[in-house]
């Protein structure tokens, strides 16, 4: 039993109730999630407060398992001496919650700024050129809910060089992004005019599933990618979404990223940012246009 356990209960008068800490499975010291935490920080930027030491415990349990290790000591140690085991960390501690059509006023804005403008002025030519950047796209329902927008609203999307990037640093997520395969009440809240681009596959209840439609599928590329790091591509966007993510960043590491994101958007372009997000500061060349939306400044 820990040390701690024990120490408590002999320090405390005996009347007072202590609100033991439940034991646990696997050793896990102040040292340990301290060391994680910057590990964290210093490889994909995110930041692990204090409150987020049973989360840490409990996503990196399972990792303890699987390799058979007994403390938190040892996983550090393992970590250390497996450049491997980077991924497996890094996709353990992020946190991936997304959903389809997700903070729906970004979508609305994006048809009514992006899309529609693009087909009107596209006057009939052809090859027309317009990117989009899903970065930190999680398991796909951001880009895909980008995709069915210009779908529906680009009806010859194929004969123009439409192309949405999606990009996250963990793997799992990527892969099942790939996949674009999605339980059927994932498609819940979707609006019904766009439900076309979801095709039932098997299964029954709650074995049932949908999957992207193709053509939809075909305009979303997705590559793993920290975003601090070097971002190896050289083209500009149309819009970018880095939606929820930011807010597992610290300030510095915050206003860097929106300082290289607004150079990755082109004159008159936008960027989308989660709810919770909204910049702080003078964030020179770009806009605040409407909530969460920034505009980049000719
Ligand atoms: C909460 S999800 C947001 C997904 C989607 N953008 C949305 O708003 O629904 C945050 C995503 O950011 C990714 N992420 C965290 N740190 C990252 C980094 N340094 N580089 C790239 N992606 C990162 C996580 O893996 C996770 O999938």
Avoid at 91 to 110: C, G, Q
Wanted: with cysteine.
């Amino acid at each position: 039993m820990s040390r701690n356990i024990s120490g408590a209960a002999t320090a405390i008068a005996v009347s007072e109730p202590v609100a033991a800490e439940p034991p646990r499975e696997f050793a896990f010291s102040d040292a340990d999630f301290r060391s994680l935490a910057q590990f964290a920080h210093e490889q994909a930027g995110i930041a692990l407060a204090d409150s987020k030491r049973n989360l840490v415990y409990s996503r990196l349990s399972r990792r303890l398992r699987a390799l058979g290790l007994t403390s938190f000591r040892q996983y550090r140690e393992h970590l250390a001496a497996d450049p491997a085991e980077l991924e497996s960390f890094i996709n353990a501690i992020s946190t991936n919650l997304t959903k389809f059509f997700r903070e729906a006023h970004h979508f609305d804005h994006f048809r009514t700024h992006v899309a529609l403008p693009f087909t009107q002025s596209t006057h009939g030519a052809v090859g027309r050129r317009l990117r989009v950047w899903s970065a930190g796209c999680s398991t796909g329902e951001e880009p895909y809910t980008i995709a069915v927008v210009l779908k529906r609203e680009i009806r010859d999307v194929d004969r123009h060089d439409v192309k949405i990037l999606a990009t996250d640093i963990d793997t799992d997520v990527v892969g099942k992004g790939i996949r674009g395969e999605y339980q059927a009440n994932s498609i819940d809240e979707v609006p019904k005019t766009y439900r076309e681009f979801f095709r039932p596959i098997d299964g029954k209840h709650e074995n049932a599933s949908v999957k992207v439609d193709e053509a939809v599928q075909k305009l979303v590329t997705f590559r793993r990618l920290n975003l601090m790091e070097t971002w190896p591509f050289h083209g500009i966007f149309d819009a970018i979404f880095c939606r929820n993510v930011m807010i597992y960043f610290d300030a510095a590491t915050k206003t860097t990223l929106v300082e290289r994101l607004t150079q990755k958007i082109k004159p008159g372009g936008w960027l989308y940012i989660g709810h919770s997000e909204s910049l702080i500061g003078a964030h020179p060349g770009l806009r605040l246009v409407g909530r969460t939306i920034y505009r980049r400044e000719a």
